[in-house]
């Protein structure tokens, strides 16, 4: 089995990923929000027509058509979701949804977005405990109310994805977070590692040894529940020295989640599932976001404008925005990213190296590993 899944198809022709920011309107407060989500939608957010031709200019990739998540803010907000999510499936596309715990979400509206096509849909849950992700939340009541909407997602048939933000204050709660989303039944878990934008720069983020030892214990619980880290591709780096038997050299976070998850193995025994190999995908590079104006990005966390979809398409930005096309060469890359014998399979988090450099082409500071 390969350590890593390349695209079958040309990145710098078709994104694997498209992320629409359908309102930025958001009942919560969230503290690691990378959008500053506000509480009414912007008068200028897309509308459903010019949403609707969005998921044409998508779909006008042709197959392998992009996967189209259509988060926010909280999608739940805005009253056409339903025949957003209806129009982009008929179109052939694959629609998922990324909303917020509020009361807008029930078992009624999840039933009428699944009857409308969409398939996946993720919940964020940022701590084991209700005081920690409630905190991240800013609002009480949240955590479980995530938990008891999980069982709803899954009785309404999506394919449930749980996304966990990992910063300073909740690193040790991880191993506890992944029996949670084992029980849940969630079918990945996607673990981000915070970027200090929005919101989010009032948190403390980990530092590069700490991600390497977060790093390696993912890949260690790989075999319970597929994992994907965000806005860490040297995940991928370690999944190919880990598959080549390269001993790294890890730190007391390491040793600790691992002492933690150690009960948890024992109660699973024999219950293994094949690692899901990491896949190369990195901002603007079969990745990209459109936010709730239809404005460009290379990734929700990388506020570097690209172009915007009501001026011009989203296919034409995709394939020839300038920064869009640097990001798919990672010769050109700064510092040790430019020369790292791993650059092309992984480039560094885009993101972090320009919120914390300046320099979206720099190094990636969360990154430990230094090139041969």
């Not at 009480?140 to 996304?163: E, H, I, M, S, Y």
């Not at 936010?291 to 296919?315: A, Q």
């Amino acid at each position: 089995m390969t350590a890593v899944r390349r695209l079958h198809h040309d990145p710098a022709e078709r994104p694997l990923v498209t992320i629409w920011e359908v309102t930025r309107a958001c009942a919560l407060v969230c503290r690691h929000c990378r959008a500053d989500a506000q509480t009414r939608p912007h008068p200028r957010q897309l509308t459903t027509a010019q949403g609707e031709a969005l998921l044409d200019d998508i779909a006008g990739f042709g197959k392998p058509y992009p996967i189209v998540v259509l988060t926010g803010g909280d999608p739940f907000e805005r009253p056409d979701l339903a025949e957003l999510v209806r129009y982009g499936t008929s179109l052939g596309l694959h629609v998922a949804l990324s909303p917020s715990v509020t009361p807008r979400l029930t078992p009624e509206v999840l039933a009428e977005l699944r009857a409308a096509g969409a398939v996946a849909l993720s919940l964020s849950l940022d701590g084991a405990v209700a005081g920690t992700h409630d905190s991240f939340r800013g609002v009480p009541g949240v955590f479980d109310d995530t938990l008891r909407a999980a069982r709803w997602v899954k009785d309404a048939g999506f394919r449930l994805q749980v996304n966990t933000t990992v910063t300073q204050g909740n690193v040790d709660e991880l191993p506890d977070v992944l029996r949670t989303v084992i029980d849940l039944g969630a079918a990945l878990w996607s673990v981000f590692f915070l970027v200090p934008t929005g919101r989010g720069s009032a948190l403390t983020p980990l530092s590069a040894p700490e991600v390497e030892d977060v790093l390696h214990w993912l890949h260690d619980v790989s075999d319970l529940v597929a994992v994907k880290a965000t806005e860490a591709p040297h995940y991928r780096r370690v999944a190919i020295q880990r598959a080549r038997g390269e001993v790294a050299e890890l730190g007391a976070l390491h040793e600790e989640l691992t002492a933690a998850t150690a009960a948890l193995r024992a109660e699973r025994g024999d219950r293994h599932r094949p690692p899901r190999p990491p896949i190369d995908v990195n901002s603007g590079r079969g990745f990209a976001f459109v936010d709730h104006l239809g404005d460009v990005y290379p990734s929700g966390f990388l506020p570097h404008h690209c172009g915007n979809v009501t001026e011009r398409g989203f296919r034409e930005i995709y394939r020839t925005d300038p920064l869009l096309r640097a990001l798919r060469d990672p010769a050109g890359f700064h510092g040790k990213c430019g020369t790292c014998e791993f650059r092309d399979v992984c480039g560094g988090s885009r993101s972090h190296a320009y919120a914390v450099t300046g320099d979206v082409l720099g190094s990636d500071p969360t990154c430990l590993y230094v090139p041969s």
